[in-house]
């Protein structure tokens, strides 16, 4: 199980890595949304911890949705997931690989945008970097974990590109909320003196509750 | 009494308003090769996706070894094979690396190179398919099809785009299969079921006549 969904994520790694279709697409997005808000806000003119913070999830939100659009693209050019369903492995195995290989565009995504993100909202006191870090990448597993599954359901929608964000954004909800939390936290006393560990053990959990909700229903949801 | 390798029972699907396949009744015995014959829209590819588990009936019962095919077990999935209409396979990767991902996920050691030289694709293992033409891509998913050497082969016009090597190379193939595995193929080459001493089935507006 684990053996097959890492071959397929690999698959996906090595084309992405080959074509650049999904993650440079998502670069672009995310940069230009970025770069757009700090100018909306005036950032220079104090834009606030909370309000940079909430941008920051919000453009990584959305840009995980770009590319959960095409988190089935490959399979759907030759009708390899024919092959996938019909090969002897789990089925939730070919969720998860894509799952995993989903979790690895938006790291790359995240190198990039919060760099850039720390250069524009803060050239001094910005957020101590582990907790927004941290919040990241449990976010990052919950996005990937739900959104893979949300997209293989709407895979054989002709209304996909609105159907998917439709089922992904609200259950996206929670992440942003604890994402915004936990980064506003990582501002100590600036950002309202709470700390970031309540909303990183939400992350958390939420990863767990969907990991186990998804591996039970993708059996039944992925094929006809 | 042996149960069929394949059976379709009072089986019916539709898509939409289209009824694709209307109460097919077929029972494929163990080592029996059935040739599909019919025109386009016949329901020959809907029949073949049924038996596959890739469909689920509207209405009837498809199953392999008796066990209904839209469920079928790892076990009963390890020992078949579909091809259909496309390929199957990741136009990024290799020819060569397609077929290693299908022996991984197959959990077994397969000859990948010795599978590409049977279908004439050797020289051409480590060219990305995407530049590969229709009739290559047909001889890579035989062979993809075919490696992992499954009990029941399940394909659907698999002589489109192929020359005549190709065509050749698929008869010898289908011919070498009759009596030890289950092959369902459709096809509009109504003088296969005579060249493979194979049983073939018409169907016609999603009947079988």
């Not at chain 2, 590819?45 to 596959?52: E, H, K, M, V, Y």
């Not at chain 2, 136009?91 to 077929?99: F, I, K, P, S, V």
């Amino acid at each position: 199980m684990i053996g097959a969904a890492l071959a397929i994520a690999r698959v996906k790694l090595l084309l992405e890595l080959r074509r650049r279709e999904v993650v440079f697409a998502m670069l672009l997005f995310v940069v230009a949304t970025i770069v757009i808000v700090h100018f909306a806000l005036r950032a220079d003119a104090g834009a606030g911890p909370r309000a940079a913070a909430g941008m920051l999830w919000a453009a990584v939100v959305f840009t995980a949705v770009l590319g959960l659009l095409r988190a089935f693209a490959a399979e759907a050019e030759e009708g390899a997931l024919d092959a996938l369903l019909l090969a002897p492995v789990d089925r939730a195995a070919i969720w998860l690989g894509s799952a995993l290989a989903q979790f690895g565009f938006l790291v790359v995504v995240e190198l990039v945008a919060v760099p850039l993100w720390w250069l524009l909202f803060f050239q001094e006191d910005g957020p101590a970097p582990v907790p927004v870090i941290a919040a990241l990448l449990l976010a990052n597993v919950g996005i990937a974990l739900v959104g893979t599954l949300a997209a293989a359901l709407a895979l054989g929608a002709r209304t996909r590109d609105v159907l998917l964000p439709v089922l992904v954004l609200p259950l996206a909800i929670p992440l942003v909320l604890a994402g915004v939390t936990a980064t506003y936290g990582a501002f100590g006393e600036k950002g309202g003196g709470f700390g970031p560990l309540g909303p990183l053990g939400f992350l958390a959990l939420y990863d767990l509750i969907f990991l186990a909700l998804a591996w039970g229903t993708s059996e039944h949801l992925l094929g006809d | 009494m042996q149960a069929p390798a394949v059976s379709l029972e009072e089986c019916s699907k539709r898509f939409g308003e289209r009824l694709a396949l209307r109460k097919a009744t077929l029972a494929v015995a163990p080592g029996e090769t059935v040739v599909l014959l019919g025109p386009n829209g016949a329901g020959k590819s809907t029949l073949l996706r049924l038996a596959a588990g890739l469909l689920r009936p509207t209405a009837g019962h498809a199953r392999i070894d008796g066990v209904d095919a839209s469920a079928a077990p790892r076990a009963l999935r390890a020992g078949m094979a579909y091809a259909g209409h496309r390929s199957q396979l990741y136009r990024g990767l290799t020819a060569h690396e397609n077929l290693a991902l299908h022996a991984r996920l197959h959990g077994r050691a397969l000859d990948v190179d010795g599978a590409l030289a049977a279908v004439g694709l050797a020289d051409r293992a480590d060219e990305r398919i995407d530049g590969f033409s229709r009739g290559m891509l047909q001889r890579l998913a035989l062979a993809r099809a075919t490696a992992h050497e499954p009990v029941l082969l399940l394909l659907d016009e698999p002589a489109s785009g192929l020359d005549a090597d190709g065509r050749a190379l698929l008869d010898a193939v289908l011919a070498a299969g009759r009596g030890r595995r289950t092959q369902l193929v459709a096809s509009h080459d109504h003088d296969l079921p005579d060249r493979l001493g194979a049983r073939a089935v018409h169907l016609d507006g999603g009947r079988i006549a």
